[in-house]
T-cell receptor, first 113, second 111 residues
């Protein structure tokens, strides 16, 4: 079991560019979560899918952030018109059921110049 | 909106000492609590979970839960420098709800 896979591990974008982050959950897990972590804000919940359906996106900045889960083997987080304040480590986690132990991927460190 | 409060924000204990971390949820419908540990530059990993009132011990780590007060605590005895990390408390309801994380306690164990 390779665990949760996230790509790329590091991404640098210029202000105003688009960034797409990828997550492959653990095979058989039905829940996928996206978080953003910074020193100042800590671990912030962004969005949550269960059986590929979006369940809760209350943490997503509405205008520029979007997430999808087109199939059970991957999810994407897209940030349009990136801003320096979007710089953070974006973590994806999966669990066998929502609300149970989550397994985190290694994260994608996004730097917006 | 459910919040999970952790205290203290940071903690320094000598090697071999006892570290005590606290966590309280504001959601009366919470049923599950977890403690995650995140070493610097790594992603969080689940350390211990507790779902029932009382105490649970695993090696040097002990977790307490008081469901009436929605309070859980993590105690690390004989602390080691390798225990230095960010400790995150998380809580959720039953039925597939999202897990809410606290802001963490940063533990430093000094040799």
């Amino acid at each position: 079991n390779a665990g949760v896979i996230q790509t790329p591990r590091h991404k640098v974008t210029g202000k105003g560019q688009e960034a797409t982050l990828w997550c492959e959950p653990i095979s058989g897990h039905s829940a996928v979560f996206w978080y953003r972590q910074t020193i100042v804000q800590g671990l912030e919940f962004l969005t949550y899918f269960r059986n590929q359906a979006p369940i809760d996106d209350s943490g997503m900045p509405k205008e520029r952030f979007s997430a999808q889960m087109p199939n059970q083997s991957h999810s994407t987080l897209k940030i349009q018109s990136t801003q320096p304040q979007d710089s953070a480590v974006y973590l994806c986690a999966s669990s066998s059921l929502g609300g149970l132990e989550q397994y985190f991927g290694p994260g994608t460190r996004l730097t917006v110049l | 909106q459910q919040k999970v409060q952790q205290s203290p924000e940071s903690l320094i204990v000598p090697e071999g000492g006892m570290a005590s971390l606290n966590c309280t949820s504001s959601d009366r419908n919470v049923d599950y609590f977890w403690w995650y540990r995140q070493h610097s530059g790594k992603s969080p990993k689940m350390l211990m979970s507790i779902f029932s009132n009382g105490e649970k011990e695993e090696g040097r780590f002990t977790v307490h839960l008081n469901k009436a007060s929605l309070h859980t605590s993590l105690h690390i005895r004989d602390s080691q420098p390798s225990d230095s990390a960010l400790y995150l408390c998380a809580a959720s309801r039953t039925g597939g709800y999202k897990v809410v994380f606290g802001s963490g306690t940063r533990l430093l164990v000094s040799p």
